[in-house]
């Protein structure tokens, strides 16, 4: 069982720009990729929302007013934030190319864990993409497929893992959006409820999610 082979990135389509002044020498592209990268870093710890771009530029070694030769206002550098998760997104889908769980058991859990530790080790990226991508559904011309995923869910799921029915892609969908729902409440928003509310620790969320995805199997 070659979980790789169920798991395919999509490219997503280009992000419209109109508010990013486009670097016409070496040097502005330069500039504008310590923005973005200034931006990333600080996003690990405050989220992108109350980010000033007094901020960014310090981090960035750069002065203020350099910003506005690249861009128009702070949000502008969200397509580029948008990018940076469409990247991580492929590398982390490219992370099963090696494995070879011996049975639907095994798959479920290397699911779980390997999705919880994409949430953990990128909260604040993850948290900022999801929640522009809610106030602003139109920042990106088409947004990235993540459908494999459930795809693959549902093949696992299945009795026959390489011929999965129309149930079991819907088992499969219905699994990844437990998965996911949990794990962003959880992990992106674990000082607000319900996360707060439930007290749960992240350990006892991968062991029941697991529990629960394979209850889901025909």
Known sequence: MNLYSQVKYVQSGEFM???????THQKGRESQERIVR?????????PFDQLTIAQIMEEAGMAVGTFYRRFKTKESVLPFVFKAYDELFERWASSFEDENPR??????????????QLFLKNAGLIRTVHLYNRLHPRMSNAPPNRGELSRLMGAVLAKDFHHPSRDDLLRGRMAVLTMV???????LYCDLPPTTTTNLRNKDVHVFLVKMMGALAA
């Open 103 to 116: 049975t639907p058991g095994e798959a479920i859990e290397l699911i779980v864990r390997k999705t919880a």
């Open 17 to 23: 720009r109109p508010e990013i002044i486009e670097p």
């Open 38 to 46: 200034a931006t990333l870093a600080l996003i690990k710890e405050v």
């Open 181 to 187: 729902s949990a794990m962003t409440e959880q992990i």
